[in-house]
């Protein structure tokens, strides 16, 4: 059949903030307040778009990988993420808990796994962490230099605090190559607009930042939930 090509929609929404502070604070203070204040705000809003690019569900904010149809992988059809089932309701198998991590990595195919990661949070990590090979070695292999990122089965390790916990029926673990699997579109960047006259004696600073989200390849990322099926 011949090839078509479909329109993807990702829609930018807007993040808004509006910190005020005197102006006799901006002009005494021993540091530079103004650069303070915005990168407190662009934590802020680097904290709700990773939220949103995990769990969004699209409406005024990105839709999150989480947030699409998910199906398991032997029924995997397009416009559906598919999973790899633990086998287990809640939790890892009691035997040869490692096993389903392989299979989940190869039920990504081998043109993502090139550049495929783990996603998981940081209690996630501690429960795989603890998983050894048959001769009592972790999988877990820490970072051999500085900077440099964990690897588990040679595959590095993302953390990303709004994943699910591990418990009954979560996605608490995603691979693939995210890169090619999400796509997130950046407007701009952080835009402020200093504001010394709405609210005298305060400066006002109005910051703005356009982003937005979404699954722009539904084969290149796959889930681990944690449930018999």
Known sequence: ??????ELSFPTMELYAMPAAT??????AAVDVDQWIAEEVETAFAEQEGAAFVNGDGINK????????TVAEASWT???????????AGALP??????????LVYSVKA??????HWVMNRKTQAAVRKLKDADGNYLWA??????AQATLMNFPVAEAEDMPD???????????DFRRGYLIVDRIGVRVLRDPYTAKPYVLFYTTKRVGGGVQDFDAIKLLKFAAS
């Open 1 to 6: 059949a011949a090839p078509t090509l479909p």
């Open 23 to 28: 102006a006799t604070l901006l002009d005494d």
């Open 62 to 69: 990105p839709k999150g990988f989480l947030a699409v149809p």
């Open 78 to 88: 397009w416009g559906s993420l598919g999973y790899v089932a633990t086998g287990a």
């Open 94 to 103: 009691a035997s040869h808990p490692s096993d389903v991590l392989v299979d």
């Open 111 to 116: 043109g993502y796994r090139q550049n495929a």
């Open 142 to 147: 820490p970072p051999a230099t500085a900077g």
């Open 166 to 176: 591990i418990g009954a029926n979560a996605f608490a673990i995603a691979f693939g």
